[in-house]
């Protein structure tokens, strides 16, 4: 009973922070980003990360591109999710880049990721609770992903232009945690 309730607010929570989420991204959402990406840009600068984990955007998250031109030409290692079954692996970004499942963009003939350490794992999040655990569209992919990975990324930083935030605990012992939220 209780385990049903649980999983009830956590759909509901997700409902709303989506709405959230689209408000959000109708105004000024090319300043709530610039300052999201200065901030993830100094925080990738500072511990020198060699290898980076992100995404490539939906139009409710934070738009990455800017950040990954700069990043490339840093000549740092770029690796986004490539949608296997229920989970995903990491492939080098690289172009060209074509529309999958869910609208979600990946490299086109990509090769896995073979070195196993990523520096930062830059995350999209739909909301969080008090335990900083990742509330996402509900399809578990980087809940799995983290489960086999978690061992190689020596930081998680989830991102969002707006934070969505649970008083309550509704997320599972097996959600992703992260080291730290970026909002603007």
Do not use: W
């Amino acid at each position: 009973m209780e385990v049903m309730q649980k999983k009830m607010r956590k759909q509901k929570f997700r409902r709303h922070c989506l709405e959230q989420l689209k408000k959000s991204s109708r105004t000024g959402r090319y300043v709530k980003d610039k300052k999201v990406l200065s901030v993830l840009h100094r925080i990738i600068s500072e511990m020198n990360a060699r290898t980076v984990m992100l995404y490539l955007p939906l139009a409710t998250e934070v738009n990455l591109y800017p950040l990954v031109k700069v990043l490339r030409r840093e000549k740092r290692q770029l690796y986004v999710p490539f949608m296997e079954g229920k989970s995903f692996r990491l492939v080098k970004y690289r172009y060209p880049l074509e529309t999958k499942q869910f609208g979600i963009k990946e490299p086109k003939n990509s090769k896995q990721y073979r070195n196993k350490e990523i520096d930062i794992a830059i995350v999209p999040i739909v909301g969080v609770d008090l335990t900083y655990r990742r509330v996402g569209f509900g399809k578990g992919m980087y809940d799995r992903f983290f489960e086999k990975e978690m061992k190689n990324i020596k930081k998680t930083v989830f991102v969002a232009r707006h934070l969505c935030f649970s008083s309550q605990i509704v997320t599972d012992s097996y959600d992703v945690r992260a080291d730290m939220i970026i909002v603007p």
